[in-house]
């Protein structure tokens, strides 16, 4: 064979080297994963935790879980700007069963999807008896300002403030016992069974301090009729806290507050058997447990 059949059989096999070296870095850019859950095994009530990070390159065409879109923010204080956080809250609602997340992206091998799977377990939930003082306050369990108030609520968590507000772990807003847990069944003594709590009752004097959980916006501060005095703050990223029953309230709608700044006081206004905070978090517009923020954090 002359020089230049050696040389074309050379460049041939370069060639294939090379073009196997390519298929070889696309399989395993392919493989990569680009989603992380933080929990393997959820109960209602409880939040799944998505990070997304992609190559500087590639662009997220969409996220679902639960059969709904998730929203998903750029993570401050990150370096990498292509790095991503999101959030799926389990509700009381949620059958048992395994359950996806989809990513969708677009990047250099074209569109492409990665899905991972997460398992929500069965929780049995307490039931509680509740004997009401007054008739005033029985009254308020059948008031049609129940769902008037559900639906103050609802458009309030329904617009939230896109940049993080929170700073680090979330905090009790103030030290009493547990009177009522998050999901449980409320039966009232007249024998009707009511909502299942989507919060958390903390015991303590009228007056005692009420503290925010973590920095945020006042989206509402004022008095309700079922719900009592009522202070809920918008902690960005689709995340609220929710106050209850206070006897007195100390910030103004619109008021940028940090951790630990003082709400207001402890009541027993609105439908509340006597003085405590009935504290909740909603995270996308569904109500969970506020004490996996407080006790452990949502990772």
Known sequence: MNSAGLNMQKSGLIGAVLMGLCLIT???????????????????????V?????????????????????????????????RYVAYVP???????????????????????????????????????????????????TRSPSLETEADVLGAIFSQHEVLRCFDGNFVRPLPGAISSEYGASRVYDDGRIGWQHRGV???????????????????????????GNTVVLDHGQGIFSIYNHLSKIN??????????????????????????????????????DPLQWTETGPL
Do not use: C
Request: hydrophobic residues 35%; proline residues 5%; aromatic residues 6%.
């Open 26 to 48: 696309g399989m395993a850019e392919a493989e990569k994963s680009f989603l992380q859950l933080s929990h393997a095994r959820l109960y209602p009530g409880m939040v799944q």
């Open 50 to 82: 998505l990070t997304l990070r992609l190559p500087t390159d590639t662009e997220i065409t969409g996220l679902w879980s639960l059969e709904r879109s998730v929203p998903y923010y750029a993570e401050q204080g990150s370096e990498d700007k292509n």
């Open 90 to 140: 389990i509700g009381l609602g949620q059958k048992p069963g395994q359950y996806a997340v989809l990513l969708k992206y677009r990047g250099n091998q074209g569109e492409q999807n990665e899905k991972s799977f997460f398992e929500v377990l069965p929780k049995k939930f307490p039931s509680q008896r509740v004997s009401l003082p007054t008739s005033e306050k029985k009254e308020l």
């Open 201 to 227: 009752d903390l015991v303590a004097e009228e007056g005692a301090p009420v503290q925010a959980t973590n920095a945020g916006i006042v989206r509402l501060a004022k008095a309700l009729k079922v719900h």
């Open 251 to 288: 910030v103004t709608q619109g008021e940028r507050i940090e951790k630990k700044f003082i709400l207001g006081q402890v009541g027993m206004t609105g439908l509340a058997t006597g003085p405590h905070l009935h504290f909740g978090l909603s995270v996308n517009n569904v109500r969970v």
